[in-house]
Nanobody, 124 residues
Framework: QVQLVESGGGLVQTGGSLRLSCAVSGRTFSSAAMGWFRQAPGKEREFVATISWSGINTSYSDSVKGRFTISRDNAKKTVYLQMNSLKPEDTAVYYC?????????????????WGQGTQVTVSS
């Protein structure tokens, strides 16, 4: 079974930075496309960023483009989300997800496995 464990969330002021990590175990990480999603209170889970298995291809939502960077270290079986210039509207639970044997995707329904999430709170 695949396990994804997020870490790195917390409370930060507007304009601050956080780096989220997602450690993956249980299956060949290097064959997995990875994604970050988030869910704010009362809202649906939404796409944030995705990265191909090689790390060459990435895609971002318009709301985070230019502020967030997704990356991965296949040797460490970890995917990262560097979040800069944080805004109060970035407050949410952030989830990482994996999909195997296929290209990266912006679509929540196309992911096979999910982590439990990590809370990010941005104060104004």
């Amino acid at each position: 079974q695949v396990q994804l464990v997020e870490s790195g969330g917390g409370l930060v002021q507007t304009g601050g930075s956080l780096r989220l990590s997602c450690a993956v175990s249980g299956r060949t990480f290097s064959s997995a496309a990875m994604g970050w999603f988030r869910q704010a209170p009362g809202k649906e889970r939404e796409f944030v960023a995705t990265i191909s298995w090689s790390g060459i291809n990435t895609s971002y939502s318009d709301s985070v483009k230019g502020r967030f960077t997704i990356s991965r270290d296949n040797a460490k079986k970890t995917v990262y989300l560097q979040m800069n210039s944080l805004k109060p509207e970035d407050t949410a639970v952030y989830y990482c997800a994996s999909r195997y044997g296929r290209s990266y995707s912006r679509l929540l329904r196309e992911y096979d496995f999910w982590g439990q999430g990590t809370q990010v709170t941005v104060s104004s």
